[in-house]
């Protein structure tokens, strides 16, 4: 399996996969500058919850690197001060995954907890956080797909399932294996996957362009659907679960994740279908009693109004973009995570699993 980032020490510089010219191109960028790391998570060259956390980490490395030379060694303290000032700029790029958040305050919390004397320490440390991360974010994806593949066997008796999933939870999304799509890479290598439903996923196409394209790299079998077509599929019983990943889960189980996925928790209850969010501790915000406090990201109306640059809508029309919504915890039947699934009732159950 192919890492999503490459950190090249000798360079200090962030290669990675623009998942903008995905499936068309495969286009390797490098970067070398705090601020073109910012610019690859707003422009979503790099995306998905995981993926951002980490990635706003390595961008807080390269701030490091650019600007450890305005300071004198021992000035710790000012350096801190700034890197702090980096930190929240980082972590506001993109508002609702709580792991980019998350990642950015690791890395300070623990520099700072440390109690360097040199900003070269400062940047040793850093540089070993990030790569710690990265590493430690592909075993979490691995884990997140044994334990979700062993449920579903059991719960399914080993039959050969169809399974739905929105967006890109992918190894693109993550570090490398994915969330959701890594309880779906398990479930194929165990021999219980029959196919895989790809909802396109209106407006940014992550699933016909990142998800479709994962699945075809791996030989998993998969349709492609456009997402209107999913309550359809449902109703025909040709969806046995839907899995999707989150960008931030609530202390009472509510999930955000892409936009429509709401839309389809409702069409499975009203289907039968069981639906599973699959997500590592780091997007769990026990700060968060419920979804209604989960800040929506709105992005900009020409994700709606065009199509590779091609308008596909009236001049002068009136647009809305939220880029996520929530699912309320009620319409989920288990969250995948590393360290088993978890079921209702959520409040004390995601307590118990990740304390
Ligand atoms: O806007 P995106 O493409 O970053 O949104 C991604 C999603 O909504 C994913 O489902 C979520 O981040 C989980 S990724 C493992």
Redesign the pocket.
């Known amino acids: 399996m192919e890492k999503t980032l490459n950190y090249n020490k000798s360079k200090k510089e962030i290669n990675f996969v623009n998942q903008l010219t995905l499936p068309l191109k495969k286009e390797i960028l490098s970067c070398r500058d705090f601020n073109g790391m910012k610019d690859a998570i707003l422009s979503?060259k790099l995306?998905?919850?995981?993926?951002?956390g980490v990635s706003g980490a390595f961008g807080l490395l390269l701030w490091c690197f650019e600007n450890s030379g305005k300071y004198q060694n021992e000035d710790v303290v000012n350096f801190m001060l700034a890197f702090e000032k980096a930190r929240d700029e980082m972590a506001s790029v993109?508002p609702t995954?709580v792991n980019l958040k998350w990642a950015c305050d690791k890395v300070y919390n623990e520099v700072l907890a440390a109690r360097p004397k040199f900003i070269t320490e400062i940047i040793q440390m850093t540089e070993r956080l990030c790569v710690e991360m990265d590493s430690e974010d592909i075993a979490i994806c691995e884990k997140i797909g044994r334990n979700g593949a062993l449920y579903l066997k059991e719960k399914f008796k080993g039959r050969k399932l169809r399974i739905l999933t929105?967006?890109?939870?992918?190894a693109l999304?993550?570090c490398g294996y994915?969330?959701?799509l890594g309880v779906i890479r398990a479930a194929h290598e165990t021999g219980i996957l029959d196919y895989v439903w790809v909802d396109e996923t209106r407006p940014?196409l992550?699933g016909a362009r990142i998800t479709a394209y994962e699945l075809m790299e791996d030989k998993i079998d998969n349709y492609l659907i456009c997402d209107n077509m999913a309550g359809f599929m449902m109703k025909k019983g040709l969806v046995d679960a839907v899995i999707?990943?989150?960008?931030r889960i609530a202390a009472n189980g509510d999930a955000a994740?892409?936009i429509g996925t709401y839309s389809l928790s409702v069409l499975a209850k009203e289907n039968g279908v069981p639906m599973f969010i699959a997500?590592p501790k780091s997007t769990f915000d026990l700060a968060i009693k419920t979804g209604d406090d989960i800040k929506i990201e709105e992005r900009s109306e020409k994700e709606v109004t065009e199509m590779h640059g091609a308008r596909v809508a009236p001049h002068g029309v009136r647009v809305k973009n939220p880029?996520?919504d929530v699912t309320d915890a009620k319409y989920i039947s288990g969250i995948i995570t590393e360290y088993g699934v978890i079921e209702k009732p959520y409040k004390s159950n995601i307590k118990k699993a990740l304390s």
Request: glycine residues 14%.
């Open positions: 979503m995306r998905g919850a995981p993926l951002i993109r995954a929105h967006c890109n939870a992918g999304a993550t994915g969330t959701a940014y992550q999707t990943g989150a960008d994740n892409k997500a880029a996520f």
